[in-house]
Structures are given as C-alpha cells and as structure tokens.
C-alpha cells in the first residue's frame, strides 16, 4: 500500500487483498483492491452541532460544487396530486441542504426540459435569498406534458458546464416511462453526458422502468433508487444532497497498468455496488488504461480486479498489474497520483497455498452473483418462466444468507417463501406488491463490505 496526498483533496489509500500463489499452469489472478478517502474537510454530508445544513461550509471544504436538480412535472405526476406536492416539497428540502456558494438550478423535465430557476441559461449561488427565491419558484411547478429525460439530462449538461467548479451533480427524479424519445436518444444523451457530471436517480411510485433509472445513474456514476411512497422524497432528497455536498474530488480514475502478456479479464466495482467497468476503459499509455470512479467524499469502496498472465514455472514470481489512484491536472498537465497497489503472481507447488481462495475474493464474487441471479430470476419471472425464476431466486436466497445481506434476503422475502435458506429452497409467491418487486430489483447490486 502506498498513500500520496496533497492538503487541498482528501488522502487516499489503496489495499491489495489477494492469494497470489498459483500452481503449475495457473493463469488467473484476482484482487481485491480497497480504496478508502479521509480528510480534505470532508464530512460525508455531516455538519458542525449548531450548523444549519446550508450555510455548514466546513474548515477546509470550499463551495467548489455546482448541482442541477431535475423534477419529472408530466402530467401522470398529478396522479395522485400528493405526488407533485411531495416532489415540491423534496426539492425544496434539497436546496435547503445546500451549502452557502455552491451553485445550483432547478430543471422542469416533460418531453422538453424548462428552467425553473434562476433560467436564462444561468446557476444562481446558494445563500439565504436564492433559496428563498428557488423554493418560491418551485410552488409554481404544475403538471402537464410527456417524458423524454435524454433533453433533461443535456440541458442539466449545458447549465453544469458553464460553472467552473471541480464537483458536478445531478439529481433526477421520475415517475414514469421515458415514453417520448426513442431509447437511442436516452443513450446518445447519457453517452455524451457521461464523465461531465454524477447523476443519483430516483423513481418515484410504481410506474416507472428500473432499467432505465438504474441506467441513468450506472452510465452517470450515480445511485439508484425507488421511493415507492411520495412521502418518503423529501428524506430521501435530503440525504442526496448531503452525500452530495460531502464530495470533494472528482474524476479520480482506477488506473491498470499491466506488464507484457498479461490480459484484462475484468474490472468492476463489487462495494457498495456492483458496477461494471471493464467497458469504460480509456487508454492512457502504453499497457496502462483509466477506470472512472467518479466523485469521492470520505468513503470506501472495492473492486474486483481479475488479470490472465503468461504460464510460469515453479518458483516464478512477477507483477501482474499495478493498481493506481489518477487525479487529472487542470490544463492537461501531469495527473497526480493519489494512491498505488500492487498485484502480484508467485507459482508453488504447494497445493494448500495454490488452492485457497482469499476471503475478500470469494465473498465479492459471490456477491457479483447475487445480484445478476435477482436480475436472472425477476426478468425469468416477468417472462413467465416460474421454474427458471424459482432456481435463480433460491440461489440468490442461499447467497444472500451466506454472505450476510440481510438487506437482501429481507427484499427477497418478499417475492419468494423461503423453505430453507441455507440450500436455496423457495417457493414463488403467488402475488407480490409491484413495490416489493421494483426495490428488489433496483436494490439488487447493493452489497455488504466482507469482515476483514
């Protein structure tokens, strides 16, 4: 583990958790690599005793954060007219979460996006009268019109690009399909949007697609969420916004570099969540490649790092890749390096050694399992297919039940009759509440940290 750190961004650490012996033969090599932020005045969103949440700019943090907010107002959130009310109200609750000089708009979003507030292409700085003046806008805010969350998306883009801040994020929220584009356009508009800025998506009751919300906040380094009660948005938007204003850094990137002969078979994050990265690879030199990772506050997360090297003899032992913390320089310079760890193969005859599956190693891949057996047994459901989403669904109950995810299993609960959870018995559950099914789904990449 090594540690790099300069006093303007938080300090980060890498840690390499591994069995590196390999028998005759061997060629895969995985890792778990923990990477954790502290300091640079971050608090995670956690402010002073006697600190109003908006005005609480921490010793050593600076308003160097600019948010959009993007508020489904089509004309199905009038259904029921509490709806719109509570997406008011949570807005509101959102921007009293702001931190005094951090920049910020308000988007309508229908089959076309509208500025709220301030409008004219501009960001307003957060202080007690354009709160005041962002909350009284929000009353004005009715309900009429389609979806189509890709012009959302990119006016949120236009507006974060004019302020010249290092964290840019974005809050949407919706209710319903995104019915009024084509799901190329949402694609186009999330492809040209990703890297530019972090998004957290929430949908709103049981009317909306999670794999498009899921989507969203995948493509844009963001959460994903279901508030199937409306009266839950306003708690729900107020812990965004103070996770999001506890961000300090953003666009660090994981970068891999590898030696001759060694291949990539994949990265992904496995904690808190389970996101893939291998796709999102950009060069950035010869056998090296970048990994974003997005914005970071005081937090910890882990990735699955999985590399194929050249067979060795016994006795041989090489690096297999060299793990590394990317800040890039503003203007193009020389990135900074925040943090290293390294990976490494050694070949043994000794099978014990060769043969153990190091703890972290084992519980992430079970956990990557878990969450693509509930999209294997939901989608396997939906089709039909009560058999194939049976087996999928009691595999995901023994997984989650040796792994500890009570969080899951209870989600899980829900939709199945555990018979016993230790061997995957289940029995599908005659009805289940489109709620139920919805939270297990956008809640099925949520995982537990391994007990080190």
Known sequence: MANFSKSNVPQFSVDVYQNAYLPEGGREVNAIVTVTSTGGGTTGGVTFAGASPASATLPGQSPNAAVVIMVDCSGSMDYPPTKMRNARDATAAAVDTLRDGVAFAIVAGTHVAKEVYPGDGRLAVADVRTRAAAKEALRRLSAGGGTAIGTWLRLTD????SAEV???HGILLTDGRNEHESPEDLRAALDSCAGRFTCDARGVGTDWEVKEVTAIASALLGTADIVADPAGLAADF??????AMGK????????????????IVFVKQVAPTVEELTGRRTESGPRAGDYPTGSWGDESRDYHVCVRVPEAG????MLAARVSLILPAPGGGSPEVLSQGLVRAVWTDDMAASTSINPQVAHYTGQAELAQVIQQGLDARKSGD??????KLG???QLAASSGNADTAKLLSKVVDVVDAATGTVRL???VADADEMTLETRSTKTVRVKK
Do not use: C, H, S, Y
Request: aromatic share 4%.
């Open 314 to 317: 016994i006795g041989q032992e």
């Open 158 to 161: 236009r507006l974060l690009a």
């Open 395 to 397: 595999r995901a109950v």
């Open 166 to 168: 290092a964290i840019r």
């Open 429 to 431: 559950k005659a009805k």
């Open 248 to 263: 300090e850094v953003a666009d660090v990137a994981l970068r891999l570099w590898t030696p001759v002969g060694v291949e």
């Open 238 to 243: 107020t812990r965004m916004m103070e996770n």
């Open 386 to 391: 009560f058999d194939g989403a049976t087996a």
